[in-house]
């Protein structure tokens, strides 16, 4: 079926979590909307995994704790299997969960609590969903900041001395959670001279998405705690 230009696009979402009242409560919020439909539902990562195998979902709303295997691990084989296409927000609960630096490593698009509102909810996976890191709740800007600055990164190993000035101030701008177009209007430069900049700097610093390009500024130090967007 060809979808015209005035349909939207719908987002095919896969919702993990072991909690079943959670789950279904997700479930449920999500496919009130016309442009979102799960296509699936996993109790653990091992589900997970095989239903996003099968059913390759545009996101994967993985909860970090779940039995079997956790959301870190699954998101790390459904990024892998589907090479970055399905993208992945997990679910976490502020004060407990101390993977999510791991789960920014391992290409996680965004977080989102788990007693996020209905509207937080929905943006979070329409963000996502459209390719763009959901990093500037202030849950987690304190996490990065906390696990970058106390243990080394797995990623690749690089020096902000591989950037031009311009490729560098994107970054830091990328990382203070601005979008394309803020970042054009900040700079006075196009949409397109941006998006040419982001891809030359993900490609010298072998970078996955914005998340990952988020951890390296805070690893340089290009951005501290409390200096986002603004």
């Known amino acids: 079926m060809i979808r015209t230009e ?3 696009r719908v987002i095919r979402a896969l919702v993990a979590d072991d909690q079943a009242v959670v789950r279904t409560g997700f479930v449920n919020l999500l496919n009130t909307q016309e442009d979102i439909k799960v ?3 996993a109790e653990d990562g091992v589900q997970a ?3 996003a195998a099968t059913t390759r ?3 994967a709303l993985l909860d970090i704790r779940m039995p079997h295997k956790n959301g870190i691990d699954a998101a790390r084989e459904i990024l892998a299997a589907s090479d970055g296409a399905t993208k992945v927000l997990m679910l976490t609960t502020f004060g407990l969960d101390e993977y999510v630096y791991d789960a920014l490593a391992a290409g996680a698009g965004g977080f989102l609590l788990k007693d996020a509102t209905f509207p937080e909810l929905l943006h979070a996976v329409r963000v996502v969903a459209a390719g763009n890191a959901l990093l500037s ?3 987690t800007k304190r996490v990065i900041c906390e696990y970058v600055h106390a243990r080394a990164s797995r990623l690749p190993v690089h020096s902000v001395g591989e950037l031009t000035a311009r490729e560098a101030e994107v970054l830091t701008l990328i990382a203070r959670g601005l979008s394309n177009a803020e ?3 900040r700079l006075t430069i196009t949409d397109h001279t941006v998006k040419t900049h982001i891809n030359r700097l993900f490609a010298k610093l072998e970078l996955r998405d914005r998340a990952q390009a988020v951890i390296v500024a805070y690893e340089w130090g290009l951005v501290r705690a409390g200096n986002g967007a603004g």
Request: no cysteine; proline share 17%; charged share 35%.
């Open 39 to 41: 296509v699936g539902e």
């Open 137 to 139: 709740p202030e849950i």
């Open 6 to 8: 005035r349909e939207p």
């Open 57 to 59: 979902p545009d996101l």
């Open 183 to 185: 970042i054009a209007g």
């Open 49 to 51: 995994v095989r239903i």
